[in-house]
């Protein structure tokens, strides 16, 4: 019985956590269209090392387009 009240806790507590980020997302929105993670350019580098871990390296390069700047104050 503890264990099903707690495994209800955290279930309730994720959900209301999830929805209180939805409304806070929802409610900044600066431009709609927008993406939320800039783009990546050539896909991310995995590989297995000779000590068998695996490596993995981002891709994200700093390209040549303009700087995004805002004057917009929340």
């Given amino acids: 019985m503890r264990v ?6 955290a279930t309730a507590l994720t959900v209301a956590a999830a ?10 929105l ?3 269209g ?3 993670h800039p ?10 090392g000779g000590d068998g871990k695996l490596h ?3 891709s994200v390069r700093s390209g040549a387009a303009s700087a995004v700047t ?3 104050a929340s």
């Fill in 4 to 9: 099903v009240l707690l495994k209800a806790a």
């Fill in 19 to 28: 929805a209180a980020a939805i409304v806070h997302v929802n409610g900044n």
């Fill in 30 to 32: 600066k431009t709609a």
């Fill in 34 to 36: 927008a993406p939320l």
């Fill in 39 to 48: 783009s990546v350019l050539g896909g991310s580098v995995v590989a297995v």
């Fill in 56 to 58: 993995l390296t981002p």
């Fill in 70 to 72: 805002s004057t917009y």
